[in-house]
């Protein structure tokens, strides 16, 4: 079982970065996908941005794109989310997802990953 831990989560005031990280047991034996989801509360989890572990590709939300940069490093089984330029409405808890099995991407759905990590809270503030 694949098994993912986050990291790097944090209090900031708008305008300032954090950088998020997900550490994963396994890596390119068994995944082919990884992602960032983050969910406010009473709302959905949406996700953020996701990879693709193989081929280097990225896709972003447009309310991030130009502030938020995906990232990997496979010799560490890591993907990282760089989060600059943060707005009182990125406040959220962010969680790491990976799955393999397929070969499209991007995949930007819930269910459509099989492990995720426990979360980390990030909070904005004005």
């Known amino acids: 079982k694949v098994q993912l831990v986050e990291s790097g989560g944090g209090s900031v005031q708008a305008g300032g970065s954090l950088r998020l990280s997900c550490v994963a047991s396994?890596?390119?034996?068994?995944?082919?996908?990884m992602a960032w989801f983050r969910q406010a509360p009473g709302k959905e989890r949406d996700v953020v941005a996701a990879?693709?572990?193989?081929?280097?590709?990225?896709y972003y939300i447009d309310s991030v794109k130009g502030r938020f940069t995906i990232s990997q490093d496979n010799a560490k089984n890591t993907v990282y989310l760089q989060m600059n330029t943060l707005k009182p409405e990125d406040t959220a808890t962010y969680y790491c997802?990976?799955?393999?099995?397929?070969?499209?991407?991007?995949?930007?759905?819930?269910?459509?990953?099989?492990?995720w990590g426990r979360g980390t809270q990030v909070t904005v503030s004005s």
């Open positions: 997802a990976a799955r393999g099995g397929s070969w499209s991407f991007p995949k930007l759905i819930p269910y459509e990953y099989g492990y």
């Open positions: 396994e890596y390119t034996a068994t995944i082919n996908s």
């Open positions: 990879i693709q572990t193989g081929g280097g590709r990225t």
